[in-house]
């Protein structure tokens, strides 16, 4: 099974932390998705350029609608992510709770979803007799 | 007949439950697994008063159970291959009965209660969960006892289902060191569960015993389930069942004829259920020998003492404290340190009591718990300060919501003026 980890942290703070600290997380960080993807894991990730160079597009009655930053303001951003391949949500939270970033920010955990093989309830008991 | 049906009864209290969790297991979906179980009953209901009780029940409703399932599957299958197959692979596997040895069951349990579990669903719904798979209440017990809607909870239900589907929450026992964390949040659903039972947050009752139990019995079942696999108990969950125990053990005399609450001092010691705190004892000693225990322990520890002390005045207040001073370390919360400046109060005077509470009352917590302005204006009351203790006082009655305690708070501030 599929999951997108979604790093979040408060850029500010992180900032704050100084040059250093972040040459040391950003080498923890290569380091921690090179391992994942040597071993199959990480299917897909990256780091994002910070808020300020965000852009958020809309369509509304046919209007595209343009808007400078993120759509909602918050205390953490959105700064990279880790498409990984678990066996479960355990596992997932196993791998999470390694990257790097997660002691200063949060990472949010998110199944992903199929939308071409999604049909009526089908699918659970499929991945639990496949599993078995 | 009658003798059959109050056979089957029986059956279906004791084992309801562990067929269930095997059935969660072997069919991978807990909505397939209800309709198997009560299926699994129809079809015993049907079967047994003819061919008479089979052996072992358990594994005959197991694999009733799964029969039907398969006969579902089929059903729905007309509309989709894919379930065809899965039918078919679910009716050739190897035969149910080595899937079903009782440690097996056993495990199962254990699975279905870290999943209802599972830190990834809301408090609210591993609570609910909970209650309906584990200890099998009704959505409507459930509803009633914790004071909302029969349709809000069985939402809640319906949405933690979802999200164990769709997140694939596995059906596991954690190993190794994810066990300890987990079963933290296994014992913080079951605390919770019996406060609610114990003292009900809002509402007129104040007790309400059928949670408290049901905590109770879930607290046994895990320390029993994990003593099987480990070897040997979990402290911190002798701790937990000890604690409750304790509360347990006083519920006769919380509360007097008239409903009001009866301050321990005041409670009525040779009411206490003797047999109740003989076993907390045993299972604080065990949990402190130990030396793995934590927070649960040593509240239990300090429930222990005031459990055992022949009377109010004779409380060991030196002990006490020194278990809310080793408490402190584990759980530096400010209640903690609340309780802590309490039992102060009660060894050194109010005037020591109160210079440990002054400072915590800065807290924005504190500032909005009614027992903490409570605890601030018994001690100016004993001190003589009547406007500081009926401001204090006034202060608690206005952020109480329980019914019992504001009465309470009432008397003592009427009590002040007269």
């Not at chain 1, 809309?58 to 205390?75: H, I, M, N």
């Not at chain 2, 053990?249 to 301050?263: C, I, K, M, Y």
Request: hydrophobic residues 45%.
């Amino acid at each position: 099974m599929k999951y997108l980890c979604l790093v979040y942290y408060n850029e500010a703070a992180m900032q704050e932390r100084g040059d250093d600290h972040w040459q040391s997380l950003n080498k923890e960080c290569q380091s921690y998705s090179g391992g994942l993807q040597e071993s199959g894991v990480m299917l897909d990730g990256s780091a994002l350029q910070p808020v300020s160079t965000a852009t958020t597009v809309r369509l509304r009655d046919g209007q595209v609608s343009v808007t400078d930053g993120p759509f909602a303001e918050t205390k953490e951003q959105l700064a990279g992510f880790y498409l990984i391949d678990a066996n479960d949500l355990n596992d997932a939270i196993r791998v999470a709770s390694r990257i790097p970033p997660a002691r200063y920010g949060s990472i949010e955990v998110r199944p992903v979803r199929d939308i071409y093989g999604e049909s009526s309830d089908a699918v659970p008991y499929a991945e639990a007799l496949a599993q078995r | 007949m009658d003798d059959m049906e109050t056979t089957l009864q029986r059956i279906f209290a004791s084992e309801s439950r562990r067929v269930l969790a095997t059935l969660i297991r072997l069919l991978g979906d807990f909505d397939l697994a209800e309709d198997a179980l009560q299926e699994a009953f129809v079809a015993a209901l049907r079967q047994w008063p003819e061919d008479g009780v089979p052996d072992n029940p358990r594994a005959w409703l197991v694999s009733a159970g799964r029969f039907k399932a398969i006969d579902q599957l089929r059903r729905r299958a007309c509309y989709d291959a894919l379930l065809r197959e899965q039918a078919d692979h679910l009716a050739t596997q190897a035969t149910v009965e080595m899937e079903i040895e009782n440690a097996a069951i056993e495990d199962d349990r254990l699975r279905l209660i870290f999943t209802c579990c599972h830190p990834g669903l809301a408090p609210q719904a591993q609570v609910a969960l909970t209650l309906r798979e584990v200890c099998g209440l009704t959505t409507e017990a459930i509803a009633r006892a914790f004071l909302s809607k029969p349709a809000t909870v069985a939402q809640r239900i319906v949405r933690a289902k979802g999200k164990i589907r769709d997140a694939k929450i596995p059906y596991e026992v954690p190993e190794g060191a994810a066990l300890a964390e987990r079963l933290q949040s296994v014992l913080q659903v079951i605390y919770l569960v019996f406060n609610e039972g114990y003292l009900a947050s809002s509402g007129e009752q104040a007790l309400r015993h059928d949670l408290s139990e049901e905590a109770i019995r879930l607290a046994e079942l895990v320390l029993a389930l994990l003593a099987e696999r480990t070897d040997q108990p979990d402290p911190e969950c002798q701790g937990l069942l000890a604690l409750m125990l304790l509360h347990h053990a006083r519920r006769a005399t919380r509360t007097d004829a008239q409903g009001e609450l009866v301050l321990l001092e005041n409670q009525q010691r040779s009411l206490w259920d003797r047999q109740e705190i003989q076993r907390a004892d045993q299972l604080v000693r065990q949990a402190l020998l130990s030396r793995r225990f934590g927070p649960y322990t040593l509240q239990a520890a300090i429930a222990a003492v005031h459990a055992q002390s022949p009377s109010s005045a004779e409380t060991d207040w030196q002990e006490i404290v020194g278990l809310y001073d080793l408490l402190m370390q584990h759980m530096p919360t400010p209640i903690v340190a609340l309780n802590r400046a309490a039992a102060l109060a009660m060894r050194d005077g109010p005037e020591a009591g109160l210079q440990a509470l002054a400072p915590l009352m800065e807290n924005k917590a504190l500032q909005g718990y009614h027992l903490a302005h409570a605890a601030l204006a018994d001690m100016h009351r004993q001190l003589g300060h009547q406007d500081a203790a009926a401001q204090a006082y006034t202060q608690a009655l206005a952020l109480a919501t329980q019914p019992a305690e504001k009465r309470f708070l009432q008397q003592r501030l009427a009590d002040l003026s007269g």
